[in-house]
Antibody, heavy 121, light 108 residues
Framework: QVQLQESGPGLVMPSETLSLTCTVS????????WGWIRQPPGMGPEWIGYFYYSGITNYNPSLKSRVTISVDTSKNQFSLNLSSVTAADTAVYYC???????????????WGQGTLVTVSS | DIQMTQSPSFVSAAVGDRVTITCRASQGISSWLAWYQQKPGRAPKLLIY???SLHSGVPSRFSGSGSGTDFTLTITNLQPEDFATYYCQQANNSPPLTFGGGTKVEIK
């Protein structure tokens, strides 16, 4: 079964770029959407963006100017870059696979275990 | 953006109780709604998709209903492992995808 694992720095300086990688095991990227979701401490989840294996990407408009999601199929990995971070970007970041029905709808399963990223000097 | 409003934000219940959680969308989303369960320190787990379809492996005491703007998650015969926080997510194709504020189910 598919498993996802996030990796990357746990501490990022303000104004710098947050970079995380999600490694996918037990499955391939084809026919699925793959995404990033974050959850600030004590709050609900916030969708960041997703990509489709064909190359389509879609980002949350509130973050779009700062977000890039890229994929390295040779390593079965996809990555998140979030630039110009502030304390408001402190959160647990999750990667997840997104399911659809005939291309409609987007819901997430499974999720990685998540990684806490703190933005602080 | 489509706003998702969950109620109540907190519910106290006993083992064996029936719990109902409501999620309201700020505009119609057909049946494009998912429900998740999250325990402390863990990632959310998918329970229900397309408003009423039970995800594989999820116990049948969980059920979902609704369409348009009003949706419900019902847990019948509440079990000790069901004490957690539950989130709805609007799953409409038009971004952004958004989540509700959560409902914490605690032991009475």
């Amino acid at each position: 079964q598919v498993q996802l694992q996030e990796s990357g720095p746990g501490l990022v300086m303000p104004s710098e770029t947050l970079s995380l990688t999600c490694t996918v095991s037990g499955g391939s990227f084809s026919t699925y959407y793959w995404g990033w979701i974050r959850q600030p401490p004590g709050m609900g989840p916030e969708w960041i963006g997703y990509f489709y294996y064909s190359g389509i990407t879609n980002y949350n408009p509130s973050l779009k100017s700062r977000v890039t999601i890229s994929v390295d199929t040779s390593k079965n990995q996809f990555s998140l870059n979030l630039s110009s971070v502030t304390a408001a970007d402190t959160a647990v970041y999750y990667c997840a696979r997104a399911h659809t029905i005939g291309g409609e709808g987007r819901w997430f399963d499974p999720w990685g275990q998540g990684t806490l990223v703190t933005v602080s000097s | 953006d489509i706003q998702m409003t969950q109620s109540p934000s907190f519910v106290s219940a006993a083992v064996g109780d029936r719990v109902t959680i409501t999620c309201r969308a700020s505009q119609g989303i057909s049946s494009w709604l998912a429900w998740y369960q999250q325990k402390p320190g863990r990632a959310p787990k998918l329970l229900i998709y397309a408003a009423s379809s039970l995800h594989s492996g999820v116990p049948s005491r969980f059920s979902g209903s609704g369409s348009g703007t009003d949706f419900t998650l019902t847990i019948t015969n509440l079990q000790p492992e069901d004490f957690a926080t539950y989130y709805c997510q609007q799953a409409n194709n038009s971004p952004p995808l958004t989540f509700g504020g959560g409902t914490k189910v605690e032991i009475k």
